[in-house]
């Protein structure tokens, strides 16, 4: 079986920055795609930044230009490094995995259990 574990959530004032870390383990043939999504209270979960196999980052429109997502493929780890945080930025980060376990298995998403960023003075 796959877990992601995350890790670095917290409470930052306005315009800080924080890091976030995740880390795959299990039985793991390929990631194809890695990434953040985040969850508001009363909001739906919404794509905050995704890294493929290939190198190629998408980010939400909302944390462009401020959060930056690096993977480190040799570890199966993705980090978000967070920076000029907004209250808005306050939500439930998870975690995501597009993987194959095997190299007969078909992808699935896997997903972290989560990790709470608040943003708040």
């Known amino acids: 079986q796959v877990q992601l574990v995350e890790s670095g959530g917290g409470l930052v004032q306005p315009g800080g920055s924080l890091k976030l870390s995740c880390a795959a383990s299990?039985?793991?043939?390929?990631?194809?795609?890695m990434g953040w999504y985040r969850q508001a209270p009363g909001k739906q979960r919404e794509l905050v930044a995704i890294s493929t196999s290939s190198g190629t980052t998408n980010y939400g429109d909302s944390v462009k230009g401020r959060f930056t997502i690096i993977r480190d493929n040799a570890k199966n780890s993705v980090y978000l490094q967070m920076s000029s945080l907004k209250p808005e930025d306050t939500a439930v980060y998870y975690c995501?995995?597009?993987?194959?376990?095997?190299?007969?298995?078909?992808?699935?998403?896997?997903w972290g259990q989560g990790t709470q960023v608040t943003v708040s003075s």
């Open positions: 299990g039985r793991i043939f390929m990631i194809y795609v």
């Open positions: 995501n995995a597009d993987l194959q376990s095997t190299l007969m298995a078909r992808r699935v998403d896997y």
